[in-house]
């Protein structure tokens, strides 16, 4: 099997599994109990938030945990919702837990403007200095976009925000960026940041909101006051533990990233030849690769490789069941040429033979398809 869907979910290690498994069976204990044992992983649930928080280059502020980054990026857009709100801007490239968040706000009442993207898929930061205004309270735009990779520019969107705006709440999505590319908030400014733990090799059911320690959260899930009265509900300490194992085997992120970088370079030398267009900006991560291949459907380039146990998709995994694709579109690919996109999503366990053998089965394939059609 060559596993190319790492953008939509990743295997958790054995480290990660095996973490897992001791605070399922051993270390079992609830950590709100009284007693020692309890005491102990409550102790230890602090000291995960502390661990990311140092990994996310926080200084000050909390972390949520959260079943999924989906929930993560609703508690950071419903939590700060105030009846005063006049006006959020969002980006049109935001992952499906933003972008519909953003029209229920619509259906609120509250005045939501969407920043177009450039052709590159990178948002139009003119578009967004000339959205931005003093009646903007909050503003999300997602950090790498999951369809493309393109890695947009958080620091210059926080620099525009304190000319037009500075009062307003800066939350971004994180899950594609963190453990691929450097996250440092304090340099970037934004005030909540979503990562996500099945993206890097940790399990699924776990993810986690930062919250800068001046934003003030209204709690989505009501009970007993866990998570700083923010996430009521008993922590999920096995996936919490895991999760912090899996960060740790992060191992050297620029490292990763050439490497990364050299599996993407190979596959996309290699199908040159077919003519298939790419999705990306100079600013991109490795990890994901968006290409159209004129005149063939790309559900139908899946599964032909999906039958040679090649796994890719045709964009994220959350839209699947959606027709279209409103990224791409918001990049300027016209209908027809959006139906023949896939994307290729690389990790670090990748090998350049898996990549050789992938791209040339890929090229193999699109020309077979072609020669059937017509």
């Known amino acids: 099997m060559i596993y190319l869907d790492n953008a939509s979910t990743t295997p958790m290690s054995q480290n990660a599994l ?135 520019d958080l620091k210059r969107i ?47 059911g776990v993810a986690c909101l930062y919250v800068k320690k001046s934003i003030k959260l209204k709690p989505q899930i009501l009970g007993g006051g866990q998570e700083n009265n923010i996430r009521s509900g008993t922590e999920n300490v096995p996936a919490i533990m895991s999760f912090i194992t899996a960060t740790k085997e992060i191992g050297d992120i620029k490292h990763n990233f050439d490497y990364v970088q050299q599996l993407r370079n190979t596959f996309i030398d290699n199908i040159k030849d077919t003519g298939a267009k790419i999705n990306q900006s100079e600013n991109n991560s490795p990890y994901i690769l968006s290409l159209c291949f004129y005149g063939v459907n790309g559900e139908t380039l899946l599964h032909m490789l999906e039958q040679k146990q090649i796994y890719v998709s045709t964009g994220s995994a959350c839209s699947s069941h959606r027709s279209g694709n409103r990224v791409l579109s918001a990049m300027n690919i016209s209908p027809k040429d959006v139906k023949g996109c896939i994307r290729i999503s690389f990790s670090k366990f990748n090998t350049i033979e898996e990549i050789i053998t992938a791209s040339t089965t890929l090229k193999n394939c699109y020309k077979e398809l072609v020669k059937t059609l017509r």
Do not use: W
Request: proline share 2%; net charge negative.
């Open 18 to 152: 095996k973490t897992y498994e001791e605070y399922a069976t051993k270390n079992f204990f609830n950590p709100s109990a009284v007693y020692d044992k309890g005491v102990k992983i409550g102790k230890e649930i602090k000291d995960a938030k502390e661990h990311l928080k140092n990994m996310l280059g926080a200084i000050d502020g909390d972390i949520i945990f959260t079943a999924s980054a989906t929930e993560a990026n609703n508690l950071a857009i419903f939590g700060c919702i105030k009846s005063n709100f006049k006006k959020v801007v969002l980006s049109s490239a935001e992952h499906a837990s933003v972008y519909y968040v953003g029209k229920k706000l619509e259906e609120q009442g509250i005045m939501v403007d969407y920043c177009p993207l450039q052709e590159n898929g990178e948002i139009d930061y003119d578009a967004l200095e000339e959205i931005l205004d003093e009646n903007t309270n909050l503003i999300s735009i997602i950090h790498v976009c999951n369809e493309t990779g393109v890695i947009n």
């Open 158 to 204: 926080n620099e525009i925000r304190n000319r037009k705006c500075k009062n307003a709440i800066f939350h971004a999505d994180g899950v594609q960026a963190f453990g691929k590319i450097n996250v440092n908030l304090s340099y970037l400014g934004v005030d909540m940041y979503t990562i996500s733990s099945h993206k890097i090799f940790g399990p699924k």
